[in-house]
């Protein structure tokens, strides 16, 4: 099994920054994708980005490209989310996973979550 711990959430002005961290531990061996999702309140969690262990490709929502950027430290074992530019619709609590086997979009893909951390942009 993964585990994983969010952290670098927080309170910021809309047009500020941000950079989330991911930390990484146990079965590492079984990671082939970490992804970040969103939710805020009231809505359904959608995906933010996410990055192939390999050789670090990535994928972005529309709504964010161009403006965050994830990364990985494998020395680490850690994962970021860089967010600059950030608007008031980017108020959520963030959530990074894990596939074991995919790189996707989709929810159903991820095998592991972390616990979540609350990113909240004021106007």
């Known amino acids: 099994q993964v585990q994983l711990v969010e952290s670098g959430g927080g309170l910021v002005q809309a047009g500020g920054s941000l950079r989330l961290s991911c930390a990484a531990s146990g079965r590492t061996f079984s990671r082939y994708a970490i992804g970040w999702f969103r939710q805020a309140p009231g809505k359904e969690r959608e995906f933010v980005a996410a990055?192939?262990?390999?050789?670090?490709?990535?994928i972005y929502a529309n709504s964010v490209k161009g403006r965050f950027t994830i990364s990985r430290d494998n020395a680490k074992n850690t994962v970021y989310l860089q967010m600059n530019s950030l608007k008031s619709e980017d108020t959520a609590v963030y959530y990074c996973?894990?596939?074991?086997?995919?790189?996707?979009?989709?929810?159903?893909?991820?095998?592991?979550w972390g616990q979540g951390t609350q990113v909240t942009v004021s106007s």
């Open positions: 996973a894990v596939s074991r086997s995919r790189f996707s979009k989709t929810q159903d893909s991820y095998n592991y």
């Open positions: 990055i192939r262990w390999s050789d670090s490709n990535t």
